[in-house]
């Protein structure tokens, strides 16, 4: 069940990086500009956004997200949190959950 989950939840682009350079391309950038922007402030190649052993060590460290949960380890919104202030761009669920709790 363990490797059907991973392997189902990897179809997203958590198991890489493809979540996070989707986010930059809604904020208008072309898909080459958001690879690079996204290797840059994670400090990989851009490469390495496709690697998905080397994404799981870089989110594991960054507390990003990964497709299995974790002890300890960030999800949900506390994830969309670190991927906001890692990204430097708002995420609307980050925005209003800071209104509302007063943020």
């Known amino acids: 069940m363990t490797v059907t989950h991973e392997s189902t939840a990897g179809m997203c682009g958590i198991r890489s990086a493809g979540d996070l350079v989707f986010r930059m391309e809604l904020q208008k950038m072309k898909i080459n500009d958001a690879k690079a922007y996204v290797a840059q402030k994670l400090g990989v190649s851009v490469a390495d956004l496709a690697d998905c052993a ?3 060590e870089v ?3 960054l507390d990003i997200g990964t497709t299995m949960l974790r002890p300890d380890g960030g ?8 991927i906001a202030e890692l990204l430097g761009i ?3 669920s980050v925005e209003n959950f ?3 709790a007063g943020l």
């Open 90 to 92: 708002p995420i609307n």
């Open 59 to 61: 989110r594991e460290q």
């Open 75 to 82: 999800v949900g919104i506390q994830t969309k949190f670190r």
């Open 98 to 100: 800071k209104r509302h």
């Open 54 to 56: 080397q994404m799981k």
